[in-house]
């Protein structure tokens, strides 16, 4: 991948930013007028003693913190950005297999501006209205294939790196064994991986992504594609108390109570399973209803602080929706849920991208 290399290039020469040490040093505790020369050197446009050993891999895994992203509501970015005084890292999209113009306009818009795209592409017809559902079995039988190559071939020709998943949440009850059976999904899975393959779509990134729910752990085995179909692999990280669309939730869980058992299962009994836990990951969504003021605020402002005790998560997402009066996830409806995320975004550990695109552009101009 061009962009990809040149990220892997430059930061192993510059890097981006460790997390911060918990002691200071002597010169981090004096007043900034008596602090050596080094530490204007971000200034200056070179690299802080602590930036030196930072890389970003190949598909596009940070070394020393975690990519900052969202599902924007009404699919407004730069409303998002604007309300939490930050840009996004990624965001996420939503496509179906029918629609050969992919990415669109949309995609084009924010990987022009500076964002990496990841997009969902749906076992959905979105061309029809409603969005009926596809089968697994009219997949794998190649009746998707001229609108899966015209994806493909657009992608390819961003020459960026792409994050691309099918079928997203096949382990939530309204999915499972819906659209075919769990062999069916993996098959589904590797034929599209290998139809993006050939025709040239290395930048893509796969990511599988799951609900993360406890209580389908059982399913993840048998929906595994393999670790040549996945790069990284995602769940979600919710709080839904007094979500009228989620039965008897009245407790609440903390971002970490939610993150926990998928990230637990899959390092311990992910690799009985052919599933390498060394792959990076992404919280594909995560957000908590209204939970009260304090604990609105502090459920988000707790995000960095749990991502440094979980060493393979290096993305996360917010879901910035609305799926009922009670199941409200936007950030802009609620002060303390935006001023919570406002806060956890300028956490240096989540706060990667632009020092990383300066160093991607520096080194794309010196092939």
């Known amino acids: 991948m061009a962009v990809a290399g040149a990220l892997l290039l430059a930061l192993g020469l510059a890097g981006v930013g460790d997390a911060p040490s918990d002691a200071a040093t002597p010169a981090e505790s004096q007043p900034p007028e008596s602090q050596p020369a080094h530490r204007s050197a971000p200034l200056l446009g070179m690299p802080s003693s602590r930036e030196i050993h930072c890389t970003v891999s190949d598909i596009l895994e940070p070394s020393c913190g975690v990519w900052w992203g969202a599902s924007p509501y009404g699919d407004d970015v730069r409303a998002l950005e604007s309300a939490v005084g930050r840009d996004m890292d990624i965001v996420y999209t939503w496509r179906g297999i029918d629609q050969p113009n992919v990415p669109g306009d949309r995609e084009l818009r924010m990987i022009a501006e500076g964002r990496f795209v990841h997009t969902n592409i749906e076992a959905r017809r979105f061309t029809r209205p409603g969005h009926p559902d596809i089968s697994y079995r009219s997949i794998i039988n190649g009746e998707f294939d001229s609108s899966l190559r015209s994806q493909a071939r657009a992608i390819a020709e961003l020459d960026v790196p792409y994050f691309v998943t099918f079928d997203h949440e096949a382990d939530g009850k309204n999915r499972y064994n819906k659209r075919g059976t769990p062999a069916q999904f993996v098959r589904s899975w590797q034929h599209i991986v290998d139809l993006y ?43 839904m108390t007094g979500c009228d669309k989620m039965n008897n939730w009245t407790h609440v869980d903390s971002f970490e109570d939610a993150l926990a058992p998928t990230y637990e299962w899959i390092q311990e009994e992910g690799p009985k399973h052919g599933i390498d836990p060394t792959k990076p990951v992404m919280i594909g969504e995560m957000g908590t209803t209204n939970i009260g003021p304090r604990e609105t605020l502090k459920w988000y402002t707790d ?65």
């Open 303 to 367: 995000v960095p602080d749990v991502l440094k005790r979980y060493e393979r998560v290096r993305a996360v997402k917010l879901w910035d929706s609305k799926v009922g009066d009670g199941c409200d996830f936007r950030i802009q409806a609620n002060e303390y849920a935006r001023r919570g995320f406002e806060l956890a975004g300028q956490d240096p550990y989540v706060n990667l991208p632009e020092r990383v695109r300066r160093l991607a552009e520096y080194a794309a101009t010196r092939d």
């Open 197 to 239: 393959r050939s025709e040239g779509a290395d930048n893509v990134i796969w990511v599988w992504n799951v609900t993360g729910w406890p209580g389908n752990m059982n399913r993840l085995p048998g929906l595994w594609p393999g670790n040549n179909y996945v790069d990284w692999i995602s769940w979600e990280a919710y709080n």
